[in-house]
Nanobody, 121 residues
Framework: QVQLVESGGGLVQTGGSLRLSCAASGRTLSNYVMGWFRQAPGKEREFVATIHWDGHTYYAQSMKGRFTISRDNAKNTVWLQMNSLKPEDTAVYYC???????????????WGQGTQVTVSS
């Protein structure tokens, strides 16, 4: 069993930055793929980024160049650096862990509770 806890969300103006953290407990993350997803009000959950245990990353097209996913297996932590934020980035952001690199949410077995990101115009 893996427990994931996100933090770092908040209110930021358009063009600003936030760094989300996802701390894991229960098991080491070193053998897991980690992903970030988001869900805006009234919309379906959306893939943001994912990182393999070996460091290989993959991003949703709209986040490329603005968001950076990283991890420190020794610290059991994953981060999502978000720059040049836009109002349409407003959502609850979720951290997830799974066994294979995927953009599909149901491929991830464990999920955090989410952290709210609000970007004001």
């Amino acid at each position: 069993q893996v427990q994931l806890v996100e933090s770092g969300g908040g209110l930021v103006q358009t063009g600003g930055s936030l760094r989300l953290s996802c701390a894991a407990s229960g098991r080491t993350l070193s053998n897991y793929v980690m992903g970030w997803f988001r869900q805006a009000p009234g919309k379906e959950r959306e893939f943001v980024a994912t990182i393999h245990w070996d460091g290989h990353t993959y991003y949703a097209q709209s986040m490329k160049g603005r968001f950076t996913i990283s991890r420190d297996n020794a610290k059991n932590t994953v981060w999502l650096q978000m720059n040049s934020l836009k109002p349409e980035d407003t959502a609850v952001y979720y951290c997830a862990s799974g066994g294979q690199l995927s953009t599909v949410g149901n491929q991830y077995a464990y999920w955090g509770q989410g952290t709210q990101v609000t970007v004001s115009s």
